[in-house]
């Protein structure tokens, strides 16, 4: 089992020839992951990566029937890759694209959620159940099958985390990179629950950082409705106030999305958090050894 | 972006969010002549830096004179100026805003920021104008209020009551303020503002509305389609390293420990800070490579970390994904070519072509660089290095 994709699920590429849209559907093709089309306006009707490309989302629906779809346009252009997306009856939309416009992803995700169309990052690594869909530029060789889920706001700390509980003998069922950016889709308290109903899931892994009360509302949330261990990291301890760390939502501002008060709330609600992303692996071998 | 005062007040003017009349000067020539311009007999001479607090800190002043306005005008340009937000070291003066005298009855705060948790813009509105508002919200919070604006329908007239009765206006006062507000929300809408804040927005004793203050800043994300606010960028307020870095696509920022760090990612650069923290060190810098590292990036980032003097070593911690480890070590390798690395190099590589790069770096056969095996490994060396074990 897993959460949101799994081997069966049909995917298209929104930016499908793009030089970054082209390279990653490679390899998620060459991971097992079912891309069964994708969409480049202006290229329709022509063959790319051995699928077929299409003109408009709704297109390549009607013809593949794909429920995912994988965003990689250009910054300006994702707004409106995301609307038609959610215009179109896609289910899932798994958006990666760096640098969007934070008032277009706003808009673009009050759609989005208008449709019933659920949405990932965007910049972000993307999604993967081990060994089974990749739907996202991290390197599927180091998550391995396993029993863990994974949430994170960090691309490289997914990969870091998810490969200390594959060295320490565990795997992953399914991770998300939610993103870091100040709008983002799907975030903690949509994914707890998930992986609390998956029963391939025995332990979850939470990696999040400074700015924003995501956390926040993610350790008040697993007090109330999360049974499973919850292992978490939050990354800027040592960060600066008033400073962007990299993300555009990484940055405490004033007093609030600071790194000790995160760390304290989930700490309250019975979540096991570790001050070094260093010791995740560690602690998810000691949480379910116990 | 942020971007001054008198350029925040000329978007102001666009949209007729009415503000006092006024003019910046880089000199004091020019401030004297601005002050002719404006006529009348009161003036005030304003700091324009990129931060707040800058009355408190002796940057805004009264002029009753055009002698007075020279005498304030020499004070201040050149001046460093400390507020609760420039940090100690303080920001100098470069250029100052003349403006004209208002006639205050009272003053109350206006402002309007992105609210993450609900997804959409909120304006904030309290009595207590003139006050850091970060210190209202932490003492009374009640005194705040909070409108929400759903961007699907806009800004509302009763978006306007709720703030214009929450803050307990005169009925006479209502409809102005109202439509000060409604100017406001599509200055923040139309320019991609990530926060537009007005302090204090003054009630003149004719019961007018003026933005007294106003202070921008933008979604870095949406500069490209306003090229007029991204002309009123100052680079001279922008830390000069940090700039240069974003020039090769490096985000970088400068902190006050001995480890200097290059990382790629920026959760993992801030899991590495944390990781020499917690392992007793103090971390130099955050730095992150982004996704499409190559050498001359990786040269660029070493001789950037290495500009400042307090840096004892550093750790090279990736883990490869789209970055791959093996065009990480041959960065390495040309960088220590092209820059001199007078401190030794601790280098952790992991995940897509880690052995490659191992292999690499093994065989350039470089002194001063010192492997290790996994994320702790690392920082403990490095932080060893640092304190000269």
């Known amino acids: 089992m897993s959460i949101l994709i799994n081997k069966n699920t049909k995917v298209i590429v929104q930016g499908f020839t793009g030089k970054e849209g082209s390279f990653h559907a490679e390899q998620c093709l060459a991971y097992g992951t079912k891309i069964v089309g994708g969409v480049t306006p202006g290229k ?13 989302v709704r297109e390549a629906v009607a013809a593949t029937g794909a429920t995912v779809s994988m965003v990689f346009v250009p910054p300006a252009f994702v707004g409106d890759a995301v609307l038609e997306a959610a215009d179109a009856g896609i289910e899932l939309a798994v958006i990666i694209t760096e640098g969007s416009p934070v008032r277009d992803m706003q808009r673009a995700k009050a759609y989005a959620v208008k449709k019933g169309m659920k949405t990932i990052g965007p910049n972000c690594p993307g999604i993967i159940t081990a060994e089974e869909c990749k739907i996202g530029i991290m390197p599927g060789s180091i998550f391995k099958k396993g029993n863990i889920g994974l949430i994170s706001k960090s691309g490289t700390l997914t990969y870091e985390g998810a490969n200390q509980v594959c060295n320490e003998g565990f795997g992953i069922t399914t991770a998300v990179g939610i993103g870091g950016d100040p709008i983002i889709g799907l975030s903690y308290i949509q994914l707890l629950p998930m992986f609390e109903a998956d029963p391939e899931t025995e332990a979850i892994v939470m990696i999040g950082e400074i700015g924003g009360d995501l956390e926040i509302q993610a350790a008040s949330f697993i007090k109330e409705h999360i049974k499973k261990p919850v292992v978490a990291f939050i990354a800027g301890q040592s960060a600066p106030k008033g400073k ?47 | 972006m942020n971007i001054h005062e008198y350029q925040a007040k000329e978007i102001f003017k666009r949209y007729n969010v009415p503000t006092p009349n006024g003019y910046v000067a880089f000199n004091v020539e020019e401030a004297v002549e601005n002050a002719k311009k404006l006529g009348g007999s009161i003036w005030v001479v304003k700091a324009q830096i990129h931060a707040g607090g800058r009355g408190l800190g002796g940057g805004v002043k009264l002029a009753r004179s055009l002698d007075e306005v020279k005498t304030l005008a020499q004070e201040i340009l050149g001046m460093t100026l400390v507020t609760h937000q420039t940090g100690p070291a303080g920001k100098l003066v470069q250029k100052v805003y003349i403006e004209e005298g208002a006639d205050i009855a009272d003053e109350l705060y206006l402002g309007i920021v992105l609210d993450r948790a609900r997804e959409m813009p909120v304006i904030m509105a309290s009595r207590e104008g003139g006050m850091e508002i970060e210190k209202v919200a932490a003492t009374s919070p009640e005194k705040i209020i909070k409108v929400a604006v759903d ?69 870095d994300n949406s500069l490209f389609r306003h090229p007029d606010i991204e002309a009123m960028r100052d680079e001279s307020e922008e830390n000069p390293i940090e700039r240069e870095a974003s020039g090769y696509g490096l985000s970088y920022v400068k902190l006050d420990g001995n480890v200097g ?108 660089i010192i492997t290790a095996s996994d994320l702790n490994d690392g920082a403990i060396k490095a932080v060893a290095c640092a304190k000269g074990n």
């Open chain 1, 44 to 56: 329709g009707g022509s063959e790319h990566l051995g699928q077929p490309v299409f003109n408009t």
């Open chain 1, 244 to 290: 962007r760390m990299g993300h555009a939502g990484a940055i405490v501002s004033g007093s609030a999305g600071t790194a000790a008060e995160k760390m304290e709330a989930l700490t309250k609600a019975g979540v096991h958090v570790v001050k070094s992303p260093a010791e995740i692996g560690k602690k998810i071998a000691e949480v379910l050894k116990k």
């Open chain 2, 151 to 219: 961007p699907f329908i806009g800004f509302q007239a009763f978006h306007g009551r709720e703030l214009a009765y929450g803050l307990g206006l005169e009925k006479e006062e209502i409809s102005s303020f109202i439509k000060f507000a409604a100017a406001l929300y599509k200055v923040y809408m139309e320019n991609d503002a990530e926060m537009i804040e007005i302090n204090p927005l003054v009630k003149t004793k004719g019961g007018a509305f003026i933005a007294l203050d106003g202070k921008m800043g933008f979604d």
């Open chain 2, 261 to 368: 760090c290059m990382v790629n990612g920026a959760g993992l650069a801030m899991g590495t800070m944390d990781t020499i923290n917690h392992v007793g060190g103090t971390p130099a810098n955050f730095l992150d490579v982004g996704g499409s590292a190559n050498a001359q990036t990786v040269a660029k980032g070493f001789e950037i970390i290495l500009k400042d003097p307090n840096v004892k070593s550093i750790f090279v911690n990736i883990f490869g994904g789209i970055v791959r480890c093996d065009r990480i070590a041959n960065g390495i390798l040309e960088a220590t070519r092209l820059v001199d690395v007078h401190v030794p190099v601790i280098v952790r590589l992991d995940g897509t072509n880690a052995k490659e790069a191992a292999e690499i770096l093994k065989n350039a056969n470089i002194k001063n």
